[in-house]
């Protein structure tokens, strides 16, 4: 009995680290050394647990190319306290720049922030069924590579200049709504890209042209881009630039930084989650 | 019965999701809607299911910030894989720039790969007792992020500019072996990192220049380097500018890329692992 309960925690383990990953039946059966038909019985048991405490789902995929995929929920609790406490921060007087910037890099480089947030993202941009996740350095990578994640895909990165590393790239130029300045942004030529359906991911949006701009880009390599997710976007100026966006958190002039209306239909309303409301 | 099994099911993924989490024991006896007693004998059987399968730990911190920690122990298989697929792409002559550079950007961005050989340059670096991970951006930051995500830390980023949105830095200028050229990076004064050890994780390294750099400029506020993770070091020049260094794989101009003598030592050799030995 003892066996089978630590096998069931091993189990566990292997098909939940790494959502990207499909692993065969054979593979895990002689990792734990079980039979198949054993196996199966663990993995119904595991795909129980974690529906039950709405933790995600195990998907068995047949064919070839078969095995099992993990697609992990959003962890509610994990995501409302991030969501709580990225308001807290953000309206905290000393992260405020005065020239219209929130001083906010160390946040967004804090895994246990991005990784619900980014698993709130992911979960609204699944059903676009993307195959990539693009986002243009800097300060946005780290929230990409979370949705990237909990989707399993991968990150492309589009570059703000030619770099020699690259080789020959696609550049675009755009008019940026925060700056005021053209900006630039370019993408390796060997980017694996093809003719993909992709989600735009970035730290801050205001009126959504370095979005608009990443999907122009990408629309020269036959892909498409078929969502936007941010962490932070403004409410003014409206409406954006781009179309199917996600923003975690929106920022008002006046009524300062609060969870998007979305974000409050799936947590609830979070506590001291900002705002002056009431 | 089928309870328990499926409520070990839930604990383990809950204890192992989040390395960087330290979830209370009443937190999570409430969550699983059981006694505390029962939660520990549970944690027993996750813990031993863990240590029996090589696949981490589970520590007790005791006191006001009390709670448990899990220490991810590397997934050996995952990472001789992800190892033995990184020599295999970069020896790929398609990826050979004929300007010295090899294209890589795509393998850093995807977390297949990141994770086990973040989680490999994580063992070595815990014992260093680092409170951040520090990289420069771009191209290292998933590897950091990965190797953070392992010791469940922060990343402190150093931009290459000063950026209007972090207030006032601290910059440095330095030489760099690999461009030949004079670079700067700078800091952001309220950079969460005071008197912290670190250590710094990038994608590359030739001659050790900018993980030089990043010592300096940390030093100047009360930080100290102790430690240094990248992906790929040459094995020319030596010795190197830094102490304390990982590399994952040696690319030599003769005898191409090759995992380093370490990472044989932990994986075993990798089946075509790259290198044009018998």
Redesign the interface.
């Known amino acids: 009995m003892?066996d089978?309960?630590?096998?069931?925690?091993?189990l566990?383990?292997?098909v939940?680290?790494?959502p990207?990953?499909q692993p065969g039946l054979q593979q895990l059966a002689q990792?734990?050394g079980v039979a198949k038909s054993t196996l199966s019985e663990d993995l119904a048991?595991?795909r129980?647990?974690?529906r039950?405490?709405g933790?995600?789902d195990i998907v068995t995929q047949v064919g070839a190319a078969g095995g099992i995929r993990f697609e992990?929920a959003v962890?509610q609790?994990?995501a409302r306290e991030a969501v709580r406490r990225l308001c807290r921060e953000l309206e905290d007087p000393?992260r405020q720049?005065g020239?219209g910037?929130?001083?906010?890099?160390?946040l967004l480089?804090?895994?246990?922030l991005l990784?619900p947030l980014g698993g709130l993202l992911g979960e609204q941009l699944r059903p676009l069924d993307p195959r990539h996740v693009i986002t243009v350095?800097?300060k946005g990578?780290?929230l990409a590579?979370a949705v990237?994640?909990h989707l399993g895909l991968?990150?492309?990165?589009l570059?703000r200049d030619h770099r020699?590393?690259?080789?020959s790239s696609l550049s675009i130029n755009y008019l940026s709504g925060s700056?005021h300045r053209i900006q630039s942004m370019s993408l390796?030529r060997?980017?694996?890209l093809r003719h993909a359906r992709v989600v735009f991911v970035d730290d801050f949006l205001k009126a959504g042209g370095t979005a608009r701009a990443a999907g122009d880009l990408v629309a020269e390599f036959g892909a498409e881009m078929v969502g936007v997710g941010v962490l932070v976007a403004t409410t003014q100026p409206t409406p954006k630039l781009v179309q199917g966006l996600y923003a975690c958190l929106e920022w008002d002039e006046s009524r300062g930084v609060q969870p998007a209306p979305w974000v409050v239909r799936r947590l609830g309303r979070p506590e001291n989650a900002g705002g002056s409301g009431p």
Chains 1, 2 share one sequence.
């Open positions: 003892r089978r309960l630590t096998r069931l925690v091993a566990t383990r292997l939940t680290a790494r990207g990953d990792r734990l048991v595991v129980q647990g974690l039950d405490a933790l995600g992990p962890d609790e994990a000393e720049m020239n910037f929130i001083y906010m890099t160390d480089f804090d895994p246990a990784e350095e800097t990578i780290p590579l990237a994640r991968t990150v492309v990165l570059r020699l590393s690259e080789g700056s390796a060997r980017a694996p």
